[in-house]
């Protein structure tokens, strides 16, 4: 059995359906990106995992049926979500989100974690008594990353991680992302319209397109497909 596995998934706002009968699944130790345009339902999809949105069909992860569970309950089962538009606390500081990250953790001494994560991300150690507000939107971004895997998450899901950043910026948190999947081996879901970068750290791969699943794969069959190519990588 996959880590998570969706099956016929369907999801609505209201009376709007966005989703129509998704079937995706994720291994463990992988890393999955779903693309699209904008109004593909990629970030539908996120949230339909995270119990957001009224959602039918399956959605398992070890095994465990994800549908109805309330949102920190899904969290707590060791699944973080690094929502659009970073999601800080903008009245906390750096050392405070990361704190708040580790809601679930039984202990209380974060301090070697806290060293780790700003080893990763050096520009949040000069920052670390600055409120998260204050910081910039790749900052934040990267604090959001971290701030999500001091939960010590099983499967982190990033929507759309390079949104709204500077392309030297992108890079670099891309580059730190490979970096945590190979030092930590956690599985993820990367919900992204940048296909260059997102290919660049996947081994699977997904396009959504009118909130169905048009294409899949292993990440170098759609790198080399001429449709995606076309589409998604400009060439």
């Not at 699944?79 to 990361?98: I, K, M, S, Y």
């Not at 999500?148 to 998450?153: G, H, L």
Request: glycine share 10%.
């Amino acid at each position: 059995m996959s880590l998570l596995e969706i099956g016929g998934l369907t999801a609505s706002y209201g009376p709007v359906q966005v989703l129509h009968g998704i079937d995706l699944h994720v291994e463990e130790g992988e890393v999955a990106v779903v693309l699209g345009a904008n109004g593909a339902g990629k970030t539908t999809t996120i949230r339909s995992i995270c119990q957001m949105v009224s959602t039918k069909g399956s959605i398992t992860f070890q095994g465990q049926s994800l549908t109805g569970k309330s949102t920190s309950e899904i969290a707590r089962m060791g699944v973080a979500h690094v929502p659009q538009g970073r999601g800080t606390f903008a009245d906390l500081t750096v050392v405070e989100n990361l704190e708040v990250g580790a809601f679930r953790r039984k202990e209380k001494n974060f301090s070697s974690d806290y060293d780790f994560w700003f080893g990763i991300f050096p520009r949040l150690a000069e920052r670390r008594a600055q409120l998260a507000g204050s910081l910039s939107g790749g900052e934040q971004q990267m604090l959001a990353v971290a701030r999500a895997m001091m939960s010590k998450p099983t499967l982190l899901l990033l929507d759309e991680p390079s949104l709204g950043l500077a392309p030297i910026i992108v890079q670099d948190l891309f580059q730190r992302l490979r970096t945590i999947k190979d030092e930590q081996g956690v599985t993820m879901l990367v919900v992204e319209q940048n296909a260059s970068l997102a290919f660049s750290i996947a081994n699977r791969a997904y396009v959504l397109e009118a909130g169905a699943i048009a294409l899949s794969g292993s990440a170098d069959e759609l790198k080399n497909d001429d449709a995606v190519r076309k589409a998604y990588l400009g060439y």
